[in-house]
């Protein structure tokens, strides 16, 4: 009797998928909005707050806070991130403010932020800023009502 032997390429195959598996699972597991694999698309958030502009970041300057890569556009920026995260860090997890006031996630425009009391928060678009700006307090005290509820939600509107 001949008995074939078929196992030999299903076990590796299996494994490389479970690695691979895991490894987009581990790259989705920061808390922040990210855009391929990087925090707030990439740009700085220290520039945000403390040169009140939007400066894009740079794969070269990162750091790593709450499972999220962050990128800056200098090593000074990096360090200071480090540093203190937490005054930098965009309030939400960087999804739109406006829509988190409005039990929402949303995704966010680079030149759509604001930075009240030395917070950065960010919004969807212009448009939205706009509105945002007309009642700040106001939408700041309804998202931070919100923000735990629409924190364990896995939909954000595009």
């Not at 740079?58 to 000074?76: H, I």
């Not at 996630?105 to 700006?133: C, I, R």
């Amino acid at each position: 009797m001949h008995v074939k032997r078929i196992s030999s390429g299903i076990l590796p195959r299996a494994g490389i998928a479970f690695v691979l598996a895991s490894a987009a699972l581990t790259a989705m597991a920061g808390i922040f909005n990210e855009t391929d694999g990087v925090a707030i698309g990439g740009f700085d958030p220290v520039s945000y707050v403390a040169e009140q502009k939007a400066v894009r970041g740079s794969a070269e300057f990162t750091s790593l806070y709450q499972g999220s890569v962050f990128q800056f556009s200098n090593a000074a920026n990096r360090n200071a991130f480090a540093a203190n995260p937490q005054k930098f860090a965009p309030r939400y997890a960087g999804y739109c403010a406006f829509g988190v006031s409005r039990g929402y996630k949303a995704v966010t425009s680079p030149d759509a932020f604001t930075v009240v009391d030395g917070e950065l928060y960010l919004n969807y678009n212009l448009a939205v800023k706009s509105m945002w700006a007309r009642d700040m307090p106001g939408y700041i005290s309804k998202a931070d009502g919100n923000w735990a509820a629409v924190e364990k939600t896995t939909k954000v509107n595009r």
